[in-house]
Nanobody, 126 residues
Framework: QVQLVWSGGGSVQAGESLSLSCVAS????????MGWFRQVPGKGREAVAR????????NYADSVKGRFTIAQENAKNTVYLLMNSLKPEDTGMYYC???????????????????WGQGTQVTVSS
């Protein structure tokens, strides 16, 4: 089993920054890709960014490219989401997730992920 514990989030003004972190515990061999998703009421869970634990080029949603950065610290089993130039439309519940998908490139949707953190609210005011 893999457990994901997050920290970070909160409320900021548009243009400000926030960072999220997610620590994975359990057998690291159970997952090879970690991602961040967000969800607003009435909508599905949207992929924000993902990264292969073995390295490689991260993937980002078009809406966050150039503003968000996903990074990892393998020695600490931790993945981060650094969010800059936040916009009101970035508001939502953010989740970290892990998957044992064959390749991270194919793990595009929430249904591809096996393990989930509880989520943290990010609110961006205009």
């Amino acid at each position: 089993q893999v457990q994901l514990v997050w920290s970070g989030g909160g409320s900021v003004q548009a243009g400000e920054s926030l960072s999220l972190s997610c620590v994975a515990s359990g057998y690291s061999s159970y997952y090879n890709c970690m991602g961040w998703f967000r969800q607003v009421p009435g909508k599905g869970r949207e992929a924000v960014a993902r990264i292969a634990t073995g390295g490689g080029t991260p993937n980002y949603a078009d809406s966050v490219k150039g503003r968000f950065t996903i990074a990892q610290e393998n020695a600490k089993n931790t993945v981060y989401l650094l969010m800059n130039s936040l916009k009101p439309e970035d508001t939502g519940m953010y989740y970290c997730a892990a998957t044992s998908a064959r390749t991270c490139a194919l793990a595009r949707d929430w249904i591809d992920y096996d393990y989930w953190g509880q989520g943290t609210q990010v609110t961006v005011s205009s």
